[in-house]
C-alpha cells in the first residue's frame, strides 16, 4: 500500500525559512516521480513542484521558483522541499503525491499534507 | 499557464441523481485531463485519468468525458458516500494546474 506521510509543518515567522518532509513507503521510491501540491485555506489547489524518480529533473510553478527547491533522498525514501523568504500568502496545507511513472509528476497518490502558517 | 475553469463550484444532490461537473481549459489539452475527489480529512483519491479512463477500483458509477478544452465529470446514482470536494488537474504542459475545485452535498 502506497504511504506518503508529510512532515515539518508550523508556524514561522515572515521571511523565514521551513523544510518539509514526505516519508514514502509501499512503493519503489526511486521509480516514481514526485510532486508537492498546496491549498491555501479558502482556496484552490496550487501545483508547487515536480521531480523526476531520478532527481536529474525538476520543475516550479513560476511565482516558487528562486525561493524553494524541492529535492529527494532515495536512499531514505523521502522526498524535501526547501521553503525560504517565506509570505503570508505561503500559508497553505502542503501536500506529497507520488507520480505514475519516473517521469510524469502529476499525482497519482497523495499524502494527507501538513499545514505551513507564516504570521506577517 | 493552462487556466482551468470548473463548474459549479458547489451542489446539492439527491441520492440517486445524476451529477455533472464542468471543466473547461483555456486551450487545447488533447485529453491529458484527470479528476480526484478527496473527502474531508482524508487523502485526495485519482478517480479519473487521460479524461475518460476510470481509475482501478474506482466505482463506475464516475466517469468522464472530453477531449480539447471541454470535460465533464458524471457521477450517475449519486450515494451519501460521494460527499466530497471534486477536482480536475491539467497535466499536458508546466505549470500543472488545477480547477478552482466543487464541493458536492449530498441532501
Known amino acids: 500500500e502506497v504511504q506518503l506521510l508529510e512532515s515539518g509543518g508550523g508556524l514561522v515567522q515572515s521571511g523565514g525559512s521551513l523544510r518539509l518532509s514526505c516519508a514514502a513507503s509501499?512503493?519503489?521510491?526511486?521509480?516514481?516521480?514526485m510532486s508537492w501540491v498546496r491549498q491555501a485555506p479558502g482556496k484552490g489547489l496550487e501545483w508547487v513542484s515536480g521531480i523526476s524518480g531520478s532527481g536529474g529533473t525538476t520543475h516550479y510553478t513560476d511565482s516558487m521558483k528562486g525561493r524553494f527547491t524541492i529535492s529527494r533522498d532515495n536512499f531514505k525514501k523521502t522526498l524535501y522541499l526547501q521553503m525560504n523568504s517565506l509570505r503570508a500568502d505561503d500559508t497553505a496545507v502542503y501536500y506529497c503525491?507520488?507520480?505514475?511513472?519516473?517521469?510524469?509528476?502529476?499525482?497519482?497518490?497523495w499524502g494527507q499534507g501538513t499545514l505551513v502558517t507564516v504570521s506577517s | 499557464e493552462t487556466t482551468l475553469t470548473q463548474s459549479p463550484a458547489f451542489m446539492s444532490a439527491t441520492p440517486g441523481d445524476k451529477v455533472n461537473i464542468s471543466c473547461k481549459a483555456s486551450?487545447?489539452?488533447?485529453?491529458?485531463l484527470n479528476w480526484y475527489l478527496q473527502r474531508p480529512g482524508e487523502a485526495a483519491i485519482f478517480i479519473i485519468q487521460?479524461?475518460?479512463t476510470l481509475v482501478p477500483g474506482i466505482s463506475p458509477r464516475f466517469s468522464g468525458s472530453g477531449y480539447g478544452t471541454d470535460f465533464t465529470l458524471t457521477i450517475n446514482n449519486i450515494e451519501s458516500e460521494d460527499a466530497a470536494y471534486y477536482f480536475c488537474?491539467?497535466?499536458?504542459?508546466?505549470?500543472?494546474?488545477f480547477g478552482q475545485g466543487t464541493k458536492v452535498e449530498i441532501k
Open positions: 488537474l491539467q497535466h499536458d504542459n508546466f505549470p500543472l494546474t
Open positions: 503525491a507520488k507520480g505514475p511513472t519516473t517521469s510524469f509528476c502529476w499525482p497519482h497518490y
Open positions: 487521460e479524461a475518460t
Open positions: 486551450q487545447d489539452i488533447d485529453d491529458d
Open positions: 509501499g512503493f519503489t521510491f526511486s521509480n516514481y516521480a
